[in-house]
């Protein structure tokens, strides 16, 4: 069974930086694509940073580009998500998620999720 445990989230003033740190269980960060949503109060779950399989491909939100980065260390089996120059739009729970083994990035993309983390708040203050 596939689990994920999130860490790293927090409150900061604008204009500060989070890194978020997601651990994988039950499976290998090397054989599925990876990925971090969120989710606002009274907003719909929105698909953050996703990083393909082999590391080389990734999608970012348009609100994010430039200032959030993805990236994964397949020997500690965790992903990690790099937020700078944070902004309040930003707040909301973070949720780290797993795509279908061996599956392309745009699956993902369109929802193919295999498992869940439990979520980490971040919360920013002007």
């Known amino acids: 069974q596939v689990q994920l445990a999130e860490s790293g989230g927090g409150s900061v003033q604008a204009g500060g930086s989070l890194r978020l740190s997601c651990v994988m269980s039950g499976s290998l960060t090397s054989t599925r694509p990876m990925g971090w949503f969120r989710r606002a109060p009274g907003k719909e779950r929105q698909a953050v940073a996703l990083?393909?399989?082999?590391?080389?491909?990734?999608y970012y939100a348009d609100s994010v580009l430039g200032r959030f980065t993805i990236s994964k260390d397949n020997a500690k089996n965790t992903v990690y998500l790099q937020m700078d120059n944070l902004i309040p739009d930003d707040t909301a729970m973070y949720y780290c998620?797993?795509?279908?083994?061996?599956?392309?990035?745009?699956?993902?993309?369109?929802?193919?999720?295999?498992?869940w983390g439990q979520g980490t708040q971040v919360t920013v203050s002007s």
């Open positions: 998620a797993a795509g279908q083994f061996g599956s392309p990035l745009g699956d993902m993309r369109r929802g193919a999720v295999s498992a």
């Open positions: 990083l393909a399989v082999a590391g080389s491909n990734s």
